[in-house]
């Protein structure tokens, strides 16, 4: 009688496996050849800075010393984090900003790409107009944006107080009330032309003929969008939707040039409030904390968007 | 000497009276001075309690004079031969390579300061041939932030030009190369005793003053006449402030006072500081004459008035710009120019900004801002309910980098130490500062470009005779975070209404004890 122990029949069972890897990797050498300069360059750029925040998240770094002066403390910035009022604040301000500029964002760049599809004269040149906000610089968009909304001589108040609509400027970004909405505006503005191409695109690729059957089958043109177009979109919509929500997660130049966070931090994003306490406030600690906090919630968006491209790509193979 | 800097009532600077009984304003070149017993004993002794021992020495100028008829005397009377004088120190053929950065001229800046920073990069290529300098022109806002990165990463410049704020935290911090004026052939009494505090850390000189500023107060004089305000008198106290504040915005519907409480810039703590000291608060005893740091004071009934003072003009008279809370001053000049703003602590720069701004405009608005120039007075800025005046005293270092944090890990420092002699020489220390601050090197007031500057520069006498009340911000290593987050915070906490008066200064106070390490 022969005793099989566990260890060994997993050693068995794996080793025709791990040789039929190994000879995949083999035939395939040169496909890694070629990706390894680029894989050699993330590790060096985006790798090894991450491990380094993780670590750098676990140390106390006293702004008065020096960084190499540090000392372990294991989840202690985690908790100041979590346990900080600000941070909650900050948090509410950063789910705000990035739901409502993406969610608004999309609706509007939906609609104008529906308006788009449609043909009639200057489609072209409206098109054109309307993808100037995403290609102007962040930068100077949000100087611009700055003096628009300015609450003494923005150009906003004068027209309103111009038309007497209002007996003075209303104050956009100096309130605590009303500075993040209109920074989301200004999002919106930057961010609507990119959610029409990609809707855009999308639409290019509803069947014609399909919408042509609905059409003799008598169904109406919210019918026809309803069941026809919008589920031939909806993966493209994730998609978009996931690339905003990223983005919109990570935007840093409109709310910093704008308004630096305040006043009173209520315009601080995760992104600005994790510059400030690094490069600012030099609690390089708590911002690595608060920089892996920020990391993981965009690990677990990139994961539902790389599902939602697989999703696509096994309906396609499927198809 | 306890007052350091700060005049009370009783023993108050003659040059406030400006000698006309028109309190808080000095007319231009008219200045007769009152006691000047009086005066020198306040100047000496406030210099004298600013001086390290070492410094009692003999400083080129007699500080115990200081006075703009003083300062107009004693311009162009000796010649400097900056060559010759840096040849001394590294000689003018040396071979070598510096990496460079400094804070440079930005948008709020005059187009003349422009000017004579490229004069200089030219000179000095010119100068010293075989140098290979790389340059690197950052704004006062990003500097420290891009410097602190760099630090990080050991890729530093070789030396780089600061503002007074940041020596102490480098220098703590052991960033910084030991430097004193004699190391670049000058002496330690050739520069202003309140700024060679400012570079050094625990006895030890890591720096060398470029230039020292105090900033002043200016106003429309016309828009003070149309508010019923007598045009040629500024507000004699900060309670003056608020009340002219809201007399011109209510009689013309435009800003009273020029407020700034934007976050992580340097302009909000230049002008909130003066009024916090003048009430008699401070974040600690920074005002007096030995500070000890010890005790936060920003909770205290004093500095809980001046903040209370600019919440009376922000939020209960609305006499001030809305904007405030995003603006910074570059904002507030071409306000102040369209003639929308009544007054304004302001820096010396300012007359040529605006001289810039006016013939950049067109139309009507050209003869608009040229009426607002020449209606533009400057005074000492306003004393608090005490009779105390004081001021930020400001200004830039130069530093040597340890080879370590280098990029490359070498400093050359012969390059380095060519480009600091050129820098902090009489010559080019008010060249660089000829509109905008004063020369770091005392001797700066000798040279004939001083005399020129004393005639083309207007105001210059005013805001010159600010410097004695110059308070430098706490030398700590903690004071940028104090000064660009902490206070404006503060502000913003309270005028947004986020907090009450109290509740903003208590909770400022308990940030810099937390900063200070649970003081």
Same mark, same amino acid.
């Given at each position: 009688?022969?005793?099989?122990?566990?260890?060994?029949?997993?050693?068995?069972?794996?080793?025709?496996?791990?040789?039929?890897?190994?000879?995949?990797?083999?035939?395939?050498?040169?496909?890694?050849?070629?990706?390894?300069?680029?894989?050699?360059?993330?590790?060096?750029?985006?790798?090894?800075?991450?491990?380094?925040?993780?670590?750098?998240?676990?140390?106390?770094?006293?702004?008065?010393?020096?960084?190499?002066?540090?000392?372990?403390?294991?989840?202690?910035?985690?908790?100041?984090?979590?346990?900080?009022?600000?941070?909650?604040?900050?948090?509410?301000?950063?789910?705000?900003?990035?739901?409502?500029?993406?969610?608004?964002?999309?609706?509007?760049?939906?609609?104008?790409?529906?308006?788009?599809?449609?043909?009639?004269?200057?489609?072209?040149?409206?098109?054109?107009?309307?993808?100037?906000?995403?290609?102007?610089?962040?930068?100077?968009?949000?100087?611009?944006?700055?003096?628009?909304?300015?609450?003494?001589?923005?150009?906003?108040?004068?027209?309103?107080?111009?038309?007497?609509?209002?007996?003075?400027?209303?104050?956009?970004?100096?309130?605590?009330?009303?500075?993040?909405?209109?920074?989301?505006?200004?999002?919106?503005?930057?961010?609507?032309?990119?959610?029409?191409?990609?809707?855009?695109?999308?639409?290019?690729?509803?069947?014609?003929?399909?919408?042509?059957?609905?059409?003799?089958?008598?169904?109406?043109?919210?019918?026809?969008?309803?069941?026809?177009?919008?589920?031939?979109?909806?993966?493209?919509?994730?998609?978009?939707?996931?690339?905003?929500?990223?983005?919109?997660?990570?935007?840093?130049?409109?709310?910093?040039?704008?308004?630096?966070?305040?006043?009173?931090?209520?315009?601080?994003?995760?992104?600005?409030?994790?510059?400030?306490?690094?490069?600012?406030?030099?609690?390089?600690?708590?911002?690595?904390?608060?920089?892996?906090?920020?990391?993981?919630?965009?690990?677990?968006?990139?994961?539902?968007?790389?599902?939602?491209?697989?999703?696509?790509?096994?309906?396609?193979?499927?198809? | 000497?306890?007052? =350091?800097?700060?005049?009370?009532?009783?023993?108050?600077?003659?040059?406030?009276?400006?000698?006309?009984?028109?309190?808080?304003?000095?007319?231009?070149?008219?200045?007769? =001075?009152?006691?000047?017993?009086?005066?020198?004993?306040?100047? &000496?002794?406030?210099?004298?309690?600013?001086?390290?021992?070492?410094?009692?020495?003999?400083?080129?100028?007699?500080?115990?004079?200081?006075? !703009?008829?003083?300062?107009?005397?004693?311009?162009?009377?000796?010649?400097?031969?900056?060559?010759?004088?840096?040849?001394?120190?590294?000689?003018?053929?040396?071979?070598?390579? =510096?990496?460079?950065?400094?804070?440079?001229?930005?948008?709020?800046?005059?187009?003349?300061?422009?000017?004579?920073?490229?004069?200089?990069?030219?000179?000095?290529?010119?100068?010293?041939?075989?140098?290979?300098?790389?340059?690197?022109?950052?704004?006062?806002?990003?500097?420290?932030?891009?410097?602190?990165?760099?630090?990080?990463?050991?890729?530093?410049?070789?030396?780089?030009?600061?503002?007074?704020?940041?020596?102490?935290?480098?220098?703590?911090?052991?960033?910084?190369?030991?430097?004193?004026?004699?190391?670049?052939?000058?002496?330690?009494?050739?520069?202003?005793?309140?700024?060679?505090?400012?570079?050094?850390?625990?006895?030890? &000189?890591?720096?060398?003053?470029?230039?020292?500023?105090?900033?002043?107060?200016?106003?429309?004089?016309?828009?003070?006449?149309?508010?019923?305000?007598? !045009?040629?008198?500024?507000?004699?106290?900060?309670?003056?402030?608020?009340?002219?504040?809201?007399?011109?915005?209510?009689?013309?519907?435009?800003?009273?006072?020029?407020?700034?409480?934007?976050?992580?810039?340097?302009?909000?703590?230049?002008?909130?500081?003066?009024?916090?000291?003048?009430?008699?608060?401070?974040?600690?005893?920074?005002?007096?004459?030995?500070?000890?740091?010890?005790?936060?004071?920003?909770?205290?009934?004093?500095?809980?008035?001046?903040?209370?003072?600019?919440?009376?003009?922000?939020?209960?008279?609305?006499?001030?710009?809305?904007?405030?809370? &995003?603006?910074?001053?570059?904002?507030?000049?071409?306000?102040?120019?369209?003639?929308?703003?009544?007054?304004?602590?302001?820096?010396?720069?300012?007359?040529?900004?605006?001289?810039?701004?006016?013939?950049?405009?067109?139309?009507?608005?050209?003869?608009?801002?040229?009426?607002?120039?020449?209606?533009?007075?400057?005074?000492?800025?306003?004393?608090?309910?005490?009779?105390?005046?004081?001021?930020?005293?400001?200004?830039?270092?130069?530093?040597?980098?340890?080879?370590?944090?280098?990029?490359?890990?070498?400093?050359?420092?012969?390059?380095?130490?060519?480009?600091?002699?050129?820098?902090?020489?009489?010559?080019?220390? =008010?060249?660089?500062?000829?509109?905008?601050?004063?020369?770091?090197?005392?001797?700066?007031?000798?040279?004939?470009?001083?005399?020129?500057?004393?005639?083309?520069?207007?105001?210059?006498?005013?805001? &010159?005779?600010?410097?004695?009340?110059?308070?430098?911000?706490?030398?700590?290593?903690?004071?940028?975070?104090?000064?660009?987050?902490?206070? !404006?915070?503060?502000?913003?906490?309270?005028?947004?209404?986020?907090?009450?008066?109290?509740?903003?200064?208590?909770?400022?106070?308990?940030?810099?004890?937390?900063?200070?390490?649970?003081?």
């Amino acid at each position: 009688m022969t005793i099989v122990t566990g260890k060994a029949e997993a050693r068995r069972r794996l080793q025709p496996g791990t040789a039929g890897t190994l000879r995949k990797i083999w035939e395939h050498r040169a496909d890694y050849a070629y990706v390894l300069p680029a894989i050699a360059v993330m590790l060096i750029v985006i790798a090894y800075p991450i491990y380094y925040t993780v670590e750098l998240s676990f140390f106390k770094t006293p702004p008065g010393l020096q960084l190499r002066d540090k000392t372990f403390i294991g989840f202690d910035n985690y908790t100041t984090i979590l346990t900080s009022q600000v941070f909650w604040k900050v948090t509410w301000n950063t789910l705000i900003w990035t739901l409502g500029s993406t969610f608004i964002s999309f609706v509007l760049g939906f609609a104008t790409a529906l308006a788009l599809h449609r043909d009639f004269i200057g489609r072209g040149v409206l098109r054109a107009i309307l993808i100037i906000p995403w290609v102007i610089s962040a930068v100077a968009a949000s100087y611009i944006w700055k003096w628009i909304y300015h609450s003494d001589f923005g150009i906003i108040g004068a027209v309103l107080v111009g038309l007497g609509l209002a007996d003075r400027p209303p104050n956009f970004i100096d309130n605590v009330s009303t500075v993040l909405p209109s920074l989301i505006v200004v999002n919106i503005w930057r961010e609507f032309p990119f959610a029409m191409i990609m809707m855009m695109a999308g639409l290019q690729t509803v069947p014609d003929q399909l919408l042509r059957a609905a059409k003799v089958d008598g169904a109406s043109a919210w019918q026809r969008f309803w069941h026809v177009t919008f589920p031939h979109l909806r993966n493209v919509s994730v998609v978009t939707m996931l690339l905003l929500a990223v983005a919109n997660f990570n935007s840093f130049i409109i709310p910093w040039i704008m308004t630096g966070g305040g006043p009173s931090n209520a315009s601080h994003i995760w992104i600005t409030h994790i510059y400030e306490l690094a490069f600012g406030r030099q609690r390089w600690g708590v911002a690595s904390a608060y920089s892996v906090l920020l990391f993981l919630t965009l690990m677990t968006l990139g994961y539902f968007y790389v599902r939602a491209l697989s999703g696509n790509e096994r309906k396609e193979g499927s198809a | 000497m306890s007052i =350091l800097a700060i005049e009370t009532s009783k023993d108050r600077f003659a040059l406030a009276q400006g000698g006309m009984g028109e309190p808080g304003r000095i007319p231009m070149t008219r200045i007769t =001075l009152g006691s000047a017993v009086l005066r020198g004993t306040v100047v &000496t002794a406030l210099m004298a309690s600013l001086m390290p021992t070492s410094a009692l020495a003999a400083p080129p100028v007699d500080l115990s004079k200081w006075s !703009p008829e003083y300062v107009r005397s004693i311009a162009g009377t000796q010649d400097f031969d900056t060559a010759a004088d840096c040849a001394k120190v590294t000689p003018l053929d040396y071979k070598g390579r =510096l990496t460079f950065w400094y804070q440079g001229v930005f948008e709020g800046d005059p187009d003349l300061l422009r000017q004579y920073y490229k004069d200089f990069f030219e000179t000095f290529r010119k100068t010293y041939p075989n140098i290979q300098l790389e340059e690197q022109a950052l704004t006062y806002n990003d500097l420290l932030d891009k410097f602190r990165t760099a630090l990080l990463g050991n890729a530093a410049p070789m030396a780089v030009r600061l503002q007074i704020l940041g020596g102490t935290e480098f220098a703590s911090k052991g960033y910084l190369a030991p430097l004193k004026p004699e190391d670049v052939g000058y002496s330690t009494e050739d520069f202003w005793p309140g700024a060679m505090k400012a570079v050094t850390w625990e006895g030890v &000189t890591y720096g060398i003053p470029t230039n020292n500023e105090t900033m002043a107060f200016i106003w429309n004089a016309d828009i003070f006449k149309r508010a019923g305000l007598d !045009p040629d008198k500024a507000p004699a106290t900060w309670e003056d402030v608020v009340k002219y504040s809201k007399q011109i915005h209510d009689k013309l519907g435009i800003a009273g006072y020029g407020l700034v409480a934007r976050k992580n810039a340097g302009n909000t703590p230049y002008r909130f500081m003066p009024q916090l000291w003048a009430y008699g608060g401070g974040v600690f005893d920074e005002a007096t004459a030995n500070p000890t740091y010890e005790q936060v004071q920003l909770d205290s009934p004093q500095s809980k008035a001046a903040l209370q003072a600019s919440y009376d003009m922000y939020v209960r008279d609305k006499s001030v710009p809305v904007s405030a809370l &995003t603006n910074q001053q570059a904002d507030n000049q071409p306000l102040f120019v369209a003639g929308q703003l009544g007054m304004m602590i302001s820096h010396p720069s300012d007359y040529n900004v605006m001289l810039d701004l006016q013939k950049k405009a067109t139309g009507t608005d050209k003869d608009k801002a040229q009426t607002v120039i020449d209606n533009m007075r400057y005074g000492l800025i306003p004393t608090g309910p005490d009779g105390k005046r004081a001021v930020v005293f400001g200004g830039s270092n130069i530093h040597i980098l340890k080879p370590e944090y280098v990029e490359g890990g070498k400093v050359d420092e012969p390059a380095a130490k060519a480009i600091i002699c050129m820098w902090t020489s009489p010559e080019w220390s =008010l060249k660089m500062a000829y509109a905008g601050s004063n020369p770091g090197n005392l001797n700066g007031f000798k040279t004939k470009w001083m005399k020129e500057r004393l005639d083309n520069i207007k105001f210059l006498d005013v805001t &010159t005779s600010m410097l004695p009340y110059g308070i430098p911000f706490p030398a700590l290593p903690q004071a940028p975070e104090i000064m660009n987050i902490i206070i !404006p915070d503060m502000l913003q906490n309270a005028l947004t209404g986020a907090m009450t008066v109290d509740e903003a200064a208590d909770d400022a106070a308990k940030k810099v004890k937390d900063v200070m390490g649970g003081l």
